[in-house]
T-cell receptor, first 115, second 114 residues
Framework: EPEVTQTPSHQVTQMGQEVILRCVPISNHLYFYWYRQILGQKVEFLVSFYNNEISEKSEIFDDQFSVERPDGSNFTLKIRSTKLEDSAMYFCASSEIRGGGDGYTFGSGTRLTVV | DAKTTQPTSMDCAEGRAANLPCNHS???????VYWYRQIHSQGPQYIIHGLKNNETNEMASLIITEDRKSSTLILPHATLRDTAVYYCIVRVVLRGGGADGLTFGKGTHLIIQP
């Protein structure tokens, strides 16, 4: 069964450093998403991406965040200057239909720890 | 998207059917009911969705009441691996796709007992 692959599985970074989280969506999917989950809290939508541009973003997705599809397979989330409160699980997802009409496929996540 | 209400937690014996309820009394005519689950520390997993008819796939069945104000997700023969948080999400799906972001609530923590 096709999978969404995320790397690394765990990243530790110092406050103020830049991090890039990487995702390889399912190959025939056109819509890509990032979600995060702070420990013990709900899964929160960050941003969606289609046709090389952001289609929707939440209030969480401020100027510190950016997304990019640098090539035909990778989809990245960059946090420019990490804060302690950015510590969370970050999940990438993709879908064939916009908005996941037939369901999103999520990756297994990257645990980001900011120290 | 309409608000949903789910029990915080439920237990079910292994091998029995797990029935997870969800109330969505303010659902509107163009909103679908989606179910996802999240096994500990993993990404959410899509299970099933429906509009008004009952649906079944290889993972589960979805029963939606006639007035669409509530639904039940049924795992017919629960196994220990079905222990997870189950999320009921109501959302509009427009032609060509819906709004992008899913709004997750707290879900139901289903614990399958051996």
């Amino acid at each position: 069964e096709p999978e969404v692959t995320q790397t690394p599985s765990h990243q530790v970074t110092q406050m103020g450093q830049e991090v890039i989280l990487r995702c390889v969506p399912i190959s025939n999917h056109l819509y890509f998403y990032w979600y995060r989950q702070i420990l013990g809290q709900k899964v929160e939508f960050l941003v969606s991406f289609y046709n090389n541009e952001i289609s929707e973003k939440s209030e969480i997705f401020d100027d510190q965040f950016s997304v990019e599809r640098p090539d035909g397979s990778n989809f990245t989330l960059k946090i420019r200057s990490t804060k302690l409160e950015d510590s969370a699980m970050y999940f990438c997802a993709s879908s064939e239909i916009r908005g996941g009409g037939d369901g999103y496929t999520f990756g297994s996540g990257t645990r980001l720890t900011v120290v | 998207d309409a608000k949903t209400t789910q029990p915080t937690s439920m237990d079910c014996a292994e091998g029995r059917a797990a029935n997870l309820p969800c109330n969505h009394s303010t659902i509107s005519g163009n909103e679908y009911v989606y179910w996802y689950r999240q096994i500990h520390s993993q990404g959410p997993q899509y299970i099933i969705h429906g509009l008004k008819n009952n649906e079944t796939n290889e993972m589960a069945s979805l029963i939606i009441t006639e007035d669409r104000k509530s639904s039940t997700l049924i795992l017919p023969h629960a196994t220990l691996r079905d222990t997870a948080v189950y999320y009921c999400i109501v959302r509009v799906v427009l032609r060509g796709g819906g709004a992008d972001g899913l709004t997750f609530g707290k879900g139901t923590h289903l614990i399958i007992q051996p």
